[in-house]
């Protein structure tokens, strides 16, 4: 179970920051539970006698005016949906800081005098440079299926990802097994392994193919005819789309030229979408809410986030690069457990 952080005395004047109207708004990648998240950070905003208001499109929303009061019932029958109801962008206007100046205006017509973003690594930047810049208080919430933001174990989307793999690889493997046959499945991944890793240990994959961890042809090839020295007649590769070899297609023309003719498939953008996870809903109701209340408790800029079991707090400028987060001991566990 989460621990909640209290905000009691975090405000140095010693009182609960108020504000009129919350603004929220999503951006970058969409990713499942955007929408719990929306939920909350409008139902925390109006449980505390704030105006909840909705961006729509993200920083493009923003620069365009497309500001709009939320009503606590403007929120409902959403927790379950995947995508965001506000919708999403990435906008370059955002990157220059007479764009952030324009959105900022635009906040301010609207009497929204804070915002909470629920996106990945890129939003948080642009969000940063948006409070130092006006002092605006923003505070962001990590929702990306990839799982690959400095300043949290766990992001919004990832679990509800890694369980739509897990999902299509068990009715691959169904096919796989009939046939006697290698697939490889590649999920999304562009520089992170950590959706492939979750991924392919759930499902039971013989190998997992990731963009940090290097291995040869040649490997693969030996983990399959191992597989078949020990009587397997069917084997799932997972690959990280962001893998060396550029992806499944890839790896199977290289696979075939050793010899190990292999049958491919791309889950791609499917993992984005679908109803959220249990798991999902509950972080993303957390973190909305959590962020809300930082924002009450004076809380001017930073993410909120999960690390052990802690709900924290981190301020957008210890964020800095990601560092690889993949928890490499897992491969020593798959590739035990391909044995
Ligand atoms: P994600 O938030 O999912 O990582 P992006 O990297 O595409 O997605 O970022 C989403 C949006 O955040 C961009 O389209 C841009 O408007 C804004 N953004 C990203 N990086 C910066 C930056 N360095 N400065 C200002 N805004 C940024």
């Known amino acids: 179970m989460l621990k909640i952080p209290t905000f009691k005395n975090l405000d140095k004047a010693g ?3 108020k504000y009129k109207r919350i603004a929220v708004l999503t951006s970058g990648g969409d990713a499942p539970g955007m929408n719990a998240a929306i939920r909350a950070v409008a139902r925390a905003a109006i449980a505390h006698d704030c105006e909840a208001m909705g961006v729509q499109r993200g920083y493009s929303g923003l620069l365009e005016g497309l500001i709009h009061p939320m009503g606590p019932s403007s929120v409902a029958n959403i927790i379950q949906r995947g995508g965001t109801v506000l919708r999403t962008s990435r906008c370059k206007e955002f990157l220059t800081k007479s764009g952030r100046k324009k959105g900022y205006e635009n906040l301010c017509k609207q009497g929204v005098d804070a915002l909470v973003v629920i996106g990945g690594d890129g939003s948080f930047r642009g969000a940063k440079l948006l409070h130092e810049e ?35 690889i068990d009715k691959i493997r169904d096919t796989a097994s009939s046939h006697d046959r290698v697939f490889l499945v590649e999920v999304m991944g562009r520089h992170s392994g950590m959706i492939a890793l979750y991924t392919g240990i759930g499902g039971g994959a013989e190998s997992i193919i990731v963009p940090e961890v290097d291995v040869t042809v040649d490997s693969i090839c030996e983990t399959i005819d191992r597989g ?24 199977a023309k290289a696979l075939e030229k050793r010899g190990h003719a292999s049958h491919f498939t791309i889950l791609g ?8 996870s249990a798991h999902d809903r509950m972080l993303a109701s957390t973190l909305g809410s959590v ?18 079991n802690e709900v924290v707090i981190n301020s957008f400028s210890k964020l800095g690069k990601n560092p690889t987060l993949l928890p490499k001991e897992f491969f020593k566990i798959a590739k035990d457990l391909a044995v």
């Open 15 to 17: 009182k609960k920051q």
């Open 134 to 168: 006006t002092g605006l208080a923003v505070i962001g919430v990590p929702g990306t299926i990839d799982n690959d933001i400095a300043g949290t174990e766990d992001t919004i989307g990832f679990d509800t990802a890694v369980n739509t793999g897990v999902q299509l």
């Open 228 to 251: 078949v020295r020990r009587g397997k007649t069917s084997s799932i590769i997972v690959v990280a789309e962001g893998c060396k070899f550029g992806g499944a297609a890839p790896l």
């Open 269 to 276: 953008h499917t993992q984005r979408g679908g109803s959220p």
């Open 291 to 308: 962020a809300v209340h930082a924002l009450l408790g004076g809380v001017k800029e930073g993410m909120v986030g999960v690390k052990g």
